[in-house]
C-alpha cells in the first residue's frame, strides 16, 4: 500500500500543525498555506491597504476593491463578485 506523506504547518497554533490530523499533500501547498495565513502581508491594495501575503491575492482583490455587485433580481448587494453568483445560484436566480 502507498504511503500518503504528510505535510505539516510549522506554526504550533496552526490547524495544520504537527499535533493535528489535518495535513498538506504536498510541499507546494503548504507553502501557498503559510505565505497567505502566517507570513508577512508584504503586499499593499493600493485602494484600501489591506495585507497580503502573496501578490496574486493581492491583486485578485485589487480587481474587486471598493466595487458592489447587486443582484438584478432582489437588490441585494455583495462586496465581491462570486458572493453575488453564489447567492444567485442559490436562490435560483438568473446570473448577471
Same mark, same amino acid.
Do not use: W
Given at each position: ?15 495544520y500543525n ?12 503548504l507553502r ?10 508584504? %503586499?499593499? !491594495?493600493?485602494? &484600501?491597504? =489591506? ?8 491583486? *485578485? +482583490? ?6 458592489? %455587485?447587486? !443582484?438584478?433580481? &432582489?437588490? =441585494? ?8 453568483? *453564489? +447567492? ?9
Amino acid at each position: 500500500k502507498d504511503v500518503i506523506k504528510q505535510y505539516h504547518c510549522p506554526v504550533t497554533s496552526c490547524y495544520y500543525n504537527n499535533s493535528s490530523e489535518r495535513f498538506f499533500k504536498n510541499m507546494d501547498i503548504l507553502r501557498v498555506h503559510y505565505m497567505k495565513v502566517h507570513s508577512e502581508k508584504n %503586499f499593499k !491594495c493600493v485602494k &484600501c491597504d =489591506k495585507g497580503f501575503g502573496l501578490a496574486r491575492d493581492c491583486q *485578485r +482583490h485589487e480587481e474587486e476593491c471598493g466595487q458592489t %455587485f447587486p !443582484c438584478p433580481q &432582489c437588490g =441585494k448587494v455583495y462586496t465581491k463578485k462570486d458572493s453575488l453568483l *453564489r +447567492h444567485c445560484d442559490v436562490q435560483k436566480h438568473c446570473r448577471p
